[in-house]
């Protein structure tokens, strides 16, 4: 046993709630994090009381409901994300994916199901939307739905609200910003909530990507599940990726982050762009 201490957590607490972390979420956190997630707990301990992390660890371990679970994960996890983050993905989706699946599916009675399956507060599922609405002022034969799911309800329920700050809206053009946001005003004034005619083509959903199990109906013709699996370890990583891929149709596509690989085997994806990959 070791009792190095980092911001006030020493290392056998800090193993303790980097394990359940990992077998919850799938997140790896090194033994550089340690400071971090002493800093990031630090008030959770403050609000429930306790005096040491080695208290929290206690506490999480009678957390029979996994209620203390969700904080403390929601606490480690990072929710950065933004509208057109990584924008050739949205401009891919737009110009080569749905103007192709979408006529093809249409002939089929079929609408484009698409899943983000890492949409913390909303904005990757809605500008997925808004690529579609787009796609179909074109071509008004194509139809699609758009799911969003997350592990943080907190995340979650921002995302069903719809409703941004004016300043998160800056990577928005502003012809689409008319046509898909609506200002607010008065006591609203500095925010901006989603156009209900797209909202309610959206749909949240709380998934774990680490369960066995992902209950989203239908299988997929596109899933973007980015910048989320970068905080796994290469197991839960693999792990994850052939689940996605068993919910996607042959002929389908996933998107993930920029700075994300899918490993040495691709698991019999074809690339097709940077961080776009083809279920063949
Ligand atoms: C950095 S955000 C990425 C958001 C968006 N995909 C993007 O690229 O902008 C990562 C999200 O993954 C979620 N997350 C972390 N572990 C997860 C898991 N095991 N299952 C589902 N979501 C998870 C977090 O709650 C967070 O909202």
């Known amino acids: ?17 980097t394990s359940i972390v990992h077998s919850y979420c799938g997140i790896a956190l090194g033994p550089d994090k340690q400071a ?34 969700e904080v403390l994960t929601d606490l480690i996890t990072t929710n950065h994300t933004a509208f057109f983050r990584e924008a050739e993905h949205f401009r891919f989706l737009g110009e080569r994916v749905l103007p192709v699946l979408g006529p093809a599916l249409a002939r089929l009675g079929t609408a484009v199901r698409m899943w983000s399956a890492a949409a913390a507060s909303g904005e990757e599922p ?16 194509i139809g699609w739905r758009v799911l969003g799911s997350d592990i943080s309800r907190p995340v979650l329920a921002a995302a069903e609200r719809g409703y941004y700050p004016i300043d998160n809206l800056d990577p928005v053009p502003p012809e689409l910003l008319r046509r898909y946001f609506q200002r607010g005003v008065r ?21 774990n990507l680490l369960d066995s199990v992902y209950p989203v109906g239908e299988l997929q013709h596109v899933i973007f599940c980015r910048n989320v699996m970068i905080y796994f370890d290469e197991v839960s990583r693999a792990a994850v990726v052939q689940q996605l891929i068993n919910h996607l149709l042959p002929g389908g596509y996933l998107f993930v982050g920029y700075s994300e690989t899918l490993g040495r085997t691709h698991h019999g994806l074809e690339t097709v762009s940077h961080g776009v990959y083809r279920r063949p």
């Open 1 to 17: 046993m070791t009792s190095d201490v980092a911001g006030g957590i020493s290392t056998r607490a800090f193993r303790t709630l």
């Open 187 to 207: 006591s609203q004034a500095g925010f901006a909530r989603i156009h209900p005619e797209l909202k309610r083509r959206v749909h949240f959903q709380r998934i």
């Open 36 to 69: 971090l997630v002493a800093n990031r707990l630090r008030k959770r301990l403050l609000a429930l009381g306790l005096e040491s992390y080695e208290d929290y660890c206690a506490l999480l371990a009678a957390d029979t409901q996994g209620e203390e679970i």
């Open 126 to 141: 809605y500008t997925m939307a808004i690529v579609a609405a787009e796609a179909a002022r074109l071509d008004p034969t």
